[in-house]
């Protein structure tokens, strides 16, 4: 795969105890990739050492073949939408939008901004100050400010983090269509599964400023690089030990051996109350219309969740678990 | 983006800013370390009752102000009546004259041949003035009238930010009107207070027209220190000065430690309480009479100096009210160009000296006040450096600058300023410093670091960035603090009297120069002139 954005070996030390990399990464032309991670996890940094508002310690960054690794964010041909939009309170939405496009003539100017605006759906609200806004318009007016100039890369903070939950879902398949249309190299930071996986084409993993895993949604859900991955993304069950041993033994494991040092991930859809196995009692019923989610004790005292019909047990039922399908994972020593 | 700039560029600029604030304080300080000077101060008993007298006159001060402006800020915020809004903002106005404008308001209105004496010696038929406005006595009242307003004003600020849901909850649990008062309200209150005891203090410290007009026999350390000076006691001056500095930073020691962190900040913002209409009738008459008497009697001495502006020369003795009122003054000052020329004077070096502050403030904030995310190292020097002025009364300053530029050594970076008239300007540029410091750092503060970047991005450069991002969002905090500062300068009597020259008098001195020939009328008439100029600036710079 050759990459249109190519991070290599890029680390930036922060402190003794806090740094990111090293992170070699390749983005293909036209990609949108997610990167998600819990809070602290670096990703707003990897973010920010492409757009150039910070130098790695070592490292280069490459887009669209050209070393940006000393350049100035000014001079990099990213755009930009950051977390709170950074919309200029003072400039209207034309001003805003027109702010990148100085080398213009007047006239192609407003063609490009009318175009921008037109893209967002926004024609029409040239005149309005910022603050004259809702958050979505804002949201749309940072894109269209951040795509006028025509940049080489699309960089997003958290774009939906500021929107309600109801417009978010709908603003996402608006976003990732929005993007597919312009056809921009993309890198959008989140710390959402469900939003990397609706607007990312692939998504890269981060956990304490290192890369776990970088692969497309199914690859990540279904064949985790590593522990952290198998359950930061999706509903996981961790196991250790005997019980880990039996549900492998009941045969979901394939074959695989539970040595000790191993950990079992099992997801909850992959579990399911059979004739004999690992013995529990349902502790608890949350019900989600298509399908309930039981807690399971073992006798170990360890919770077990399953995902299973609506009617499948009760509530202090005493049932027996099966894997259909469950992952190991070398033990990792922090 | 400041990285790139580099520590070099910081440190040149702690440098300039440190021997512009803080070198002719440090050679001051030299210059006192004599001991034939220090024994001489010490053994003179008037040193001491000066310093002593400056001290508890800036207590009492306090004290005063206190008392006048807190029921007054309770009852404008707290009491509806006719005329609260335009009244509550125009009692705030003498805050923003200068002070020279406001004691010679009162030397007309309560002085020995002002209008209430004239009043009283025509109504009881008197041979003389019933009383002699002069003494500590006198400074206190005009003090007391004019620091009011940091009193009313803090104490407002504090009332409107007081969330009612906490009233409310002490009344909910029983407490009655004047248990919430001492128990809830007043100690929310304290930062306010303190803030505004704090400016009191300082001002009342500083204070120098007051004294210097209603002082006589009567001294405090600015006085004393212009006196020694102009007697020849140099060495003498110099202790003098160190001792009033000291008293000044352990004063702003004190009390900015009372202060504390604002507990009402801490808990966020609340709903105001609401104004409450008296319903009684007769309440509500007596509310409306009190405010609207406090404001006359608060705003009579400016509207004094109007009508003693109008008095031709010679032509008002002993009348209780004056007998012609004309126009001559003006005429007179707008005719000769020569009389003009203080007015010129005060208003090209207040201009030059907030240009200059102004830049300086938008260096420190350029260097300092971007990047919340990291420490800058030189941050601490050069945000104390730029508040600095403010810690210290202007005569220290005066003293200060008249020592250091009266040497012509360039090796220890000292040139021969003392007879030019740069310097002037350059003194009241130091002492705006503060004033457009505060304001370009604070806008700095609030500014979100995204648009700076949101700027970069879009391939806007250093400058561009600055020219199109910054310095319109910063503009109205600019044009605060640009135009509170000229109105200083414009009016400044502190620090002109110890540096002014005869090509650079400023209109304080004229002033004073034609008082003591006895010329109120054109006194009054420029006083009057610096009132409308300030009025006017200060609307412009509060302008959105």
Redo the contacts between chains.
């Keep these: 795969m050759t990459g249109f954005v190519t991070l290599a070996a890029v680390r930036k030390q922060w402190s003794h105890t806090v740094s990111i990399g090293p992170i070699a990464l390749e983005i293909p032309r036209g990609e949108i990739l997610a990167l998600l991670g819990p809070s602290g996890s670096g990703k707003t940094t990897s973010l920010r050492l492409i757009?150039?508002?910070e130098t790695p310690d070592a490292g280069r960054i490459v887009i669209g073949g050209e070393d940006v690794t000393t350049l100035?964010?000014?001079?990099?041909?990213?755009?930009?939408v950051?977390?709170?939009y950074?919309?200029?309170?003072?400039l209207d939405v034309r001003e805003n939008v027109a702010?990148?496009l100085?080398g213009l003539d007047r006239e192609a100017r407003d063609r490009k901004v009318a175009e921008s605006l037109e893209l967002v759906d926004l024609a029409g609200f040239e005149r309005r100050k910022p603050h004259e806004l809702s958050g979505g318009q804002q949201q749309r007016v940072a894109l269209a400010?951040?795509l006028a100039?025509e940049p080489r890369v699309l960089?997003l903070d958290e774009p939906l983090s500021n929107l309600d939950p109801a417009l978010r879902e709908r603003t996402r398949r608006e976003l990732r269509a929005l993007i597919k249309r312009v056809g921009i190299t993309t890198v959008f930071v989140t710390h959402e599964q469900e939003e990397a996986f609706d607007v990312g084409d692939r998504v890269a993993v981060l956990n304490q400023g290192r890369l776990e895993h970088v692969g497309t949604p199914d690859d990540l859900y279904e064949r985790p690089a590593t522990l952290f991955v198998a359950t930061f993304v999706g509903r996981a069950n961790v196991l250790r030990g005997p019980t880990a041993r039996a549900l492998i033994a009941g045969g979901g494991g394939g074959g695989v051996g539970a040595a000790d040092g191993q950990v079992l991930v099992v997801r909850p859809e992959r579990l399911r109350f059979a004739g004999a196995g690992v013995a529990g009692v349902v502790k608890e019923r949350r019900y989600t219309g298509a399908a309930a989610f039981y807690q399971v004790e073992t006798e170990r005292g360890e919770r077990l969740e399953v995902q299973a019909g609506p009617d499948a047990a009760r509530v202090g039922d005493r049932v027996h678990l099966e894997a259909a399908r469950v992952m190991t994972f070398p033990e990792q020593r922090e | 983006m400041s990285s790139r700039l580099g520590p070099a560029a910081r440190a040149a600029f702690t440098v300039l800013l440190a021997w512009l604030v803080l070198y002719p304080i440090l050679i001051v300080l030299t210059e006192a370390a004599h001991a034939d000077a220090f024994a001489a101060f010490a053994s003179r008993p008037g040193e001491w009752a000066a310093l002593w007298a400056s001290i508890w006159i800036a207590l009492a001060s306090v004290a005063l102000a206190a008392c006048v402006g807190v029921p007054l800020a309770f009852l404008f915020e707290w009491v509806e009546f006719p005329g609260r809004k335009t009244l509550g903002s125009l009692i705030a106005l003498p805050a923003v004259l200068p002070p020279l404008v406001g004691v010679i308001a009162f030397l007309f209105l309560y002085g020995e041949s002002g209008f209430v004496a004239r009043a009283v010696r025509a109504l009881f038929g008197l041979e003389r003035a019933p009383w002699r406005l002069q003494g500590a006595g006198a400074i206190l009242l005009v003090h007391g009238y004019s620091m009011y307003v940091y009193f009313y004003l803090f104490t407002r600020a504090g009332l409107a930010k007081l969330d009612a849901s906490l009233v409310e909850a002490a009344q909910a649990l029983g407490a009655g009107r004047w248990e919430t008062l001492s128990r809830v309200t007043l100690p929310l209150l304290r930062p306010a207070l303190a803030g505004a005891a704090l400016l009191v203090f300082m001002t009342a410290l500083g204070s120098f027209s007051a004294p210097y007009v209603f002082g006589g026999g009567f001294r405090v350390m600015t006085t004393q220190i212009v006196a020694t000076k102009l007697n020849g006691e140099l060495p003498v001056a110099m202790v003098e000065t160190v001792a009033l500095a000291l008293v000044a930073v352990a004063g702003f020691a004190v009390l900015r430690r009372t202060a504390g962190d604002d507990p009402l900040t801490a808990l966020g913002k609340g709903t105001a309480p609401r104004r409450r209409p008296i319903r009684r009738a007769g309440l509500r008459a007596v509310a409306t009479a009190a405010g609207w008497l406090f404001a006359a009697l608060l705003l009579l001495p400016h509207l004094t100096l109007a009508l003693v502006s109008l008095v031709p020369y010679g032509s008002w003795t002993t009348e209780a009210l004056p007998p012609v009122l004309s126009l001559v003054n003006y005429q007179r000052l707008f005719g000769e160009p020569e009389r003009l020329r203080p007015l010129g004077n005060s208003v090209w070096m207040a201009a030059a000296s907030t240009a200059g502050a102004v830049v300086l403030a938008l260096a420190a904030g350029a260097l300092v006040g971007r990047d919340g995310r990291r420490p800058w190292r030189f941050r601490g020097p050069i945000e104390g450096l730029v508040a600095l002025p403010w810690a210290l009364p202007g005569t220290v300053f005066a003293v200060a600058f008249a020592t250091a530029f009266s040497v012509h050594s360039p090796p220890t970076l000292r040139w021969v300023l003392v007879g030019t008239v740069a310097l002037l300007p350059l003194a009241y540029l130091v002492r705006s410093l503060p004033i457009t410091g505060r304001a370009v750092l604070a806008g700095y503060r609030q500014l979100d670091p995204a648009l700076a970047e949101a700027a970069a991005s879009l391939g806007a450069g250093r400058w561009a960035t600055f020219r199109r991002v910054t310095l319109p969002l910063l503009s109205p905090a600019l044009a605060a603090g640009a135009s509170l500062a000229f109105v200083a300068a414009l009016g400044d009597f502190v620090t002109s009297i110890v540096l002014y020259t005869y090509d650079n008098r400023p209109i304080a001195i004229e002033i004073m120069s034609s008082l003591r020939l006895n010329e109120l009328g054109v006194a009054a008439a420029f006083g009057v002139i610096l009132m409308v100029v300030s009025a006017l600036v200060l609307g412009l710079g509060a302008r959105r």
């Design positions: 757009a150039g508002f100035p964010p000014a001079r990099r041909r990213c755009g930009m950051f977390q709170h950074a919309l200029f309170p003072h702010f990148g100085g400010r951040a100039p960089l």
